[in-house]
Nanobody
């Protein structure tokens, strides 16, 4: 079992930055693909960034050039650096661990709220 805990969310003005962290416990995430997802009010949850076990990254078109996913396996932690934030980035951000090639995520965190004011 992997437990995931997100942190770093908050309220920020448009154009600002936030850094989200996802701390894992229970077992190492070294062999897992990791992802950050977000769910805006009234919308379905969407993947915004993913990183393979060996560091290959993928991004949603809407966040390319502004969000950066990274991982520190020694700290069992995944990060999401969020720059040039927009009001449409508002939502609950979730961290997940799983198999990117299969497109399945078995473990999820509880989420952290990000609110971007205009």
């Amino acid at each position: 079992q992997v437990q995931l805990v997100e942190s770093g969310g908050g309220l920020v003005q448009a154009g600002g930055s936030l850094r989200l962290s996802c701390a894992a416990s229970g077992r190492t995430i070294r062999s897992y693909g990791m992802g950050w997802f977000r769910q805006a009010p009234g919308k379905a949850r969407e993947a915004v960034a993913r990183i393979t076990w060996n560091g290959v990254t993928y991004y949603a078109d809407s966040v390319k050039g502004r969000l950066t996913i990274s991982r520190d396996n020694a700290k069992n932690t995944v990060y999401l650096q969020m720059n040039t934030l927009k009001p449409e980035d508002t939502g609950v951000y979730y961290c997940a661990a799983g198999d990117l090639s299969a497109g399945t995520f078995s473990y999820w965190g509880q989420g952290t709220q990000v609110t971007v004011s205009s």
